[in-house]
């Protein structure tokens, strides 16, 4: 069976999604969500793909007339056959109204360099700028805090303090052929060559539950 055969993709109330995101994704929080969709196996959720409004107000701005969703999210259970990401996040990217821009980045401190992206055909625009050399909270519990938490943190359960690398930055046009041209057309950035590299893999030695779908 082939993998349109094997996976069904739906969308799904953020509750279900919020457990799954939590428990596997190395970043721990949750983003502002405003699509949700499941990635299913025989109605099992196996995983989950959100997008959100991006948190920046000048590259929300920068795409006016057209609407822009930040890819915020994409977490699965381990070993999934090979392309069901790239068909996740391929098919979910179709449901989503046009015209639409969608921006997502790879975080290149943790070894990320926006493989489904690149197989999902995504613009690259290399390494967002302000994502570059932000100062990362290490506490002495092992857990990352970041500049965001900084006004809540004692500083003297900090282990140390380091650097963020940086984040890849992506971006995808959901329309017609003129609506994308136009949309290409916006950008702000030189589009560059992908990046290329071993990708580290953050498993969460965790269990999640499989919760059949309420849709």
């Given at each position: 069976m082939g993998i349109k055969d094997t996976f069904e993709i739906k969308e799904i109330p953020n509750e279900i999604a919020k457990p799954f995101i939590l428990k596997k994704h190395y970043a721990e929080t949750l983003p502002s969500i405003s699509y949700c969709f499941g990635l299913h196996k025989e109605q099992d959720l196996v995983g989950v793909c959100t997008f959100g409004m991006p948190p920046n107000y000048v590259e929300n701005k920068a795409w006016k007339p057209f609407d822009l969703l930040e890819l915020n999210r994409l977490v699965s259970i381990e070993n999934l056959p090979k392309n069901a990401l790239s068909y996740f996040v391929s098919h979910s990217l179709k449901k989503l109204s046009s015209p639409l821009a969608v921006i997502a980045?790879?975080?290149?401190?943790?070894?990320?360099?926006?493989?489904?992206?690149?197989?999902?055909?995504?613009?690259?625009?290399?390494l967002a700028e302000g994502t570059k050399n932000r100062p990362i909270y290490i506490m002495k519990s092992g857990q990352e805090k970041h500049r965001r938490h900084a006004k809540d943190i004692n500083m003297d359960n900090v282990k140390e303090i380091k650097r963020t690398e940086g984040k890849h930055r992506y971006y995808y046009f959901v329309g017609n052929k003129r609506e994308k041209r136009k949309m290409r057309k916006k950008l702000r950035f030189e589009?560059?060559?992908?990046?290329?590299?071993?990708?580290?893999k953050h498993k969460k030695n965790v269990k999640v539950n499989n919760q059949k779908s309420l849709i």
């Open positions: 980045y790879a975080d290149k401190g943790k070894g990320h360099h926006g493989y489904i992206y690149q197989a999902t055909n995504w613009v690259y625009t290399g589009e560059k060559p992908y990046p290329k590299g071993d990708n580290e």
